[in-house]
């Protein structure tokens, strides 16, 4: 058993924390306040290469492993858990490409992200089907060569400013997921557009929108996999990249510990430092408890994704586990700074608010519990 990371791992992460550091934290706050996607962080982790890092070589991209892009995550987010998923959500648009795609496919819708700044989405969600995936009501119809797509997809992160999207649709709404394809659609595609939703509680550096298509044409030569093969295409992936989300978490968990930390020891009550009393240190305590348990947690199921063996149970219980804990994280720190800690003044007040969408997306934690029971059950 092997519990370090290599030369290239602590290289890249180290490149990960600078990059937080130095392009993320100083203008977080500002891009969550004006509800806007910092396009210039974008550009910047495309330079620096920390933009798409899962595209595999043979699609001229750097073809970096889940843990890579794991140790990658946890440092983004500790700068901005909504960057992480501007970021973030662009991977998951190209893993069903991964995932599905055979390799002229993979080369003709990923090579062209490798060569300027570009984002990926991914849309599964509807309006009226978030949990329940499967019950999909955008249609796909065969018209010749092509793809006719219509319907309406939710709450799709880099919905409408992604170069491409994989959108998941159903060609018989009573075939269940036996009938659902997914297919690529470039961004410019005829009667494609989208309404970007505001007023988000957290995460609001994100872009995420309602995607519509009306009578939208996409040849039979973007579809991945076969027909039928959507459902399992968009599972395959969540399994994987639920991971990314645990450590994430992990990262806002130690950005709470570490805003926290600072803060007891500068605060004084009573004639002392707060962090002498022993009900703060145990707070921290419980923090760095979490941050070590779900790191290992999810190092554990990115391992298993990079080994290819089984890992949907462990990416559900390290998703679900991390978001958690960081929301008591979260919640503590809060705490921890008192009244000040309720303000924008200090981090930890966006902290809280961005971290309650972990518990949500990729997944509620009630779909984790009910893929962790499944698989306790079988
Ligand atoms: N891998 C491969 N195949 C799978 C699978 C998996 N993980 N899970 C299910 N399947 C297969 C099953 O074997 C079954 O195949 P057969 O019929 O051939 O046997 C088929 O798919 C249907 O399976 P189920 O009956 O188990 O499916 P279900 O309808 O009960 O749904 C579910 C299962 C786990 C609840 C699933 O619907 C689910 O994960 N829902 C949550 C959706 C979700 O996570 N959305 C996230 C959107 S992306 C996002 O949020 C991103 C972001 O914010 C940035
Ligand atoms: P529902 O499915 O209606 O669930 C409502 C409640 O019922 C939840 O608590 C849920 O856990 C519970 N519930 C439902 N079914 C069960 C069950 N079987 N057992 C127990 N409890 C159950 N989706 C994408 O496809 N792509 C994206 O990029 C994306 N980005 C997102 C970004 C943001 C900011 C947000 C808010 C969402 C995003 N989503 C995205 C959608 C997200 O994945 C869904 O919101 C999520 O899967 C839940 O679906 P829902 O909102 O329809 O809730």
Not at 116 to 121: E, G, I, R, V, Y
Not at 266 to 291: N, S
């Amino acid at each position: 058993m092997e519990f370090s990371l290599s030369d290239e791992q602590r290289q890249l992460q180290q490149l990960a924390r600078d990059f937080a550091r130095k392009e993320i934290m100083p203008i977080a706050a500002e891009y969550d306040q004006k509800e806007e996607l910092p396009w210039q962080v974008v550009e910047k982790a495309f330079e620096v290469g920390l933009l798409n890092v899962g595209i595999p070589e043979h699609a001229g991209g750097l073809g970096l492993g889940m843990l890579d892009e794991c140790l990658i995550g946890e440092e983004l987010a500790y700068g901005c858990m909504g960057i992480f998923t501007v970021l973030m959500a662009s991977e998951l648009g190209i893993t069903p490409i991964l995932v599905g795609a055979t390799e002229e496919q993979q080369k003709r819708f990923l090579t062209p992200l490798t060569e300027k700044p570009s984002l990926a989405a991914f849309a599964l969600s509807e309006p009226n089907n978030g949990s329940d995936a499967a019950a999909m009501g955008t249609t796909a119809v065969l018209d010749g060569d092509e793809w006719v797509i219509n319907g309406t997809k939710m709450w799709i992160s880099n919905g409408g400013v992604a170069e491409i999207t994989v959108v998941f649709a159903t060609t018989n709404k009573s075939g269940g997921h036996k009938a659902t394809v997914a297919l690529v659609v470039p961004k410019d595609a005829k009667g494609f557009s989208y309404n970007k939703i505001k007023h988000k509680m957290g995460q609001r550096a994100s872009l995420t929108s309602e995607l519509v298509f009306e009578n939208v044409r996409v040849p039979k030569e973007n579809q991945l996999g076969g027909l039928g093969d959507g459902f399992k295409i968009a599972m395959k992936t969540l399994d994987k990249t639920r991971v990314p989300v645990a450590a994430g978490s992990v990262g806002i968990a130690r950005r709470a510990l570490d805003e926290s930390v600072k803060y007891a020891k500068d605060r004084a009550a009573f004639g002392k430092p707060i962090a002498e009393f022993q009900a703060i240190q145990f707070k921290l305590a419980e923090m760095a408890m979490g941050i070590e348990t779900g790191r290992l947690m999810y190092q554990k199921a990115a391992w298993l994704v990079d080994q290819h063996q089984p890992h949907g149970f462990e990416s559900a219980i390290a998703k679900a586990y991390c978001s958690e804990m960081a929301f008591n994280a979260a919640n503590e720190a809060i705490q921890v700074h008192g009244g000040y800690g309720y303000v924008g003044e200090y981090p930890v007040e966006k902290l809280l608010r961005d971290v309650k969408l972990n518990q949500i997306y990729e997944g509620t934690n009630e779909i984790q519990r009910v893929v962790i029971a499944r698989n306790v059950l079988k």
